[in-house]
């Protein structure tokens, strides 16, 4: 359900880069982002899926805040003097330590770490950190927010494809459809996102013959 939830996240991207960056809704992009919130439903939500009120609104506080964050990192860009790693650096830190007091008061310090709990967090740390989130802020600054905000969708099917192939899970028909429809949205999406390519000649400088006179 949670997911579910998650894929409302284009639409509210949409509706907050028209308020806050004056970023013009295209009917088609709009358009993909209902298809591929539908298409994550179909994946995700079964018939053993039972809504709760507080879930459903903790979902949409978190997709809602990271639509935000999205908005703002765009509007305010990276600072002229800060590479790009540094500053997905000093994102990533300011989450981490907005988390620790919650962390250290809810759960505490774990007891061990073995050896598959270290490689998994070089992984997060690596992979799923200070690279992905490197090039997650770089597109953000450059493209209209409905790419990055697609991507969204990308998280319950990668982690419905995982269920099928590692964990045994299932695959439906319905799933399928789904699936479908969400990749195609997205890909729809990311199209629609493109700047036109410019005109032939359109945007240079026109290019003039000078001759020079020798004394």
Known sequence: MAAAVAGVQPLIVLVLGALVLRERIRPLA???AVVGAGGVALVVVGPSAHLDLWGVLAALCGVTATGVGMILTKRW??????GPVTYAGWQLSAGGLLLLPLTL???????AIDAGAALGYLWLGTV?????????????????VIAPGLLALL??????T???????ERFTVIQAIGIVLAIGALTAGQLIARPPLARHGE?????TATTSALP
Do not use: K, M
């Open 128 to 144: 799923g950190g200070i690279i992905a989130y490197t090039l997650w802020f770089r597109g953000i600054q450059q493209l209209p």
């Open 162 to 168: 995982l269920g099928v192939l590692v964990a045994g």
């Open 203 to 207: 945007g240079r400088a026109p290019v």
């Open 105 to 111: 008061t809810l759960e505490g310090v774990p007891s």
């Open 155 to 160: 998280s319950p099917l990668v982690a419905t």
């Open 77 to 82: 860009g990276r600072p002229s003097d800060v």
């Open 30 to 32: 709009a358009a993909a």
